[in-house]
Nanobody
Framework: QEKLVESGGGLVQPGDSLRLSCTGT????????MGWFRQAPGKEREGVSC?????????HYSDSVKGRFTISRDNAKKVVYLEMNNLKPEDTAMYYC?????????????????????WGQGTQVTVSS
């Protein structure tokens, strides 16, 4: 069982940066692919990025954030980060992290919500001038 807590959201202006954190509790935190997702009002939850187990060292990003967002993980601290740069109004959403449903999986494409579980409560990111 895993419990995930997101933090780091806020209200920022276009072009600003934020770093989101997702802190876990499970003893096998490092054995799972982790993903970041977002959901804007009236829209479906969409995958933003995933990061593989450290031994594979792969990351994937949605086209809308590629080149601006960076995902990383610190297994010793049981934290996954999402560094967001050059934020745009269209990045406004509730951001969630989640764990891939099976251990020792792969991050080979943009994460799909139905392949993840143990969702956190989310952290709100609002980009507005």
């Amino acid at each position: 069982q895993e419990k995930l807590v997101e933090s780091g959201g806020g209200l920022v202006q276009p072009g600003d940066s934020l770093r989101l954190s997702c802190t876990g509790t499970g003893s096998m935190f490092g054995d799972f692919v982790m993903g970041w997702f977002r959901q804007a009002p009236g829209k479906e939850r969409e995958g933003v990025s995933c990061i593989s187990l450290s031994m594979y060292n792969t990351q994937h990003y949605s086209d809308s954030v590629k080149g601006r967002f960076t995902i990383s993980r610190d297994n010793a601290k049981k934290v996954v980060y999402l560094e967001m740069n050059n934020l745009k109004p269209e990045d406004t959403a509730m951001y969630y992290c989640a764990q891939q449903r099976w251990a020792y999986g792969r991050c080979e494409d943009v994460p799909q919500p139905d392949e993840y579980h143990f969702w956190g409560q989310g952290t709100q990111v609002t980009v507005s001038s």
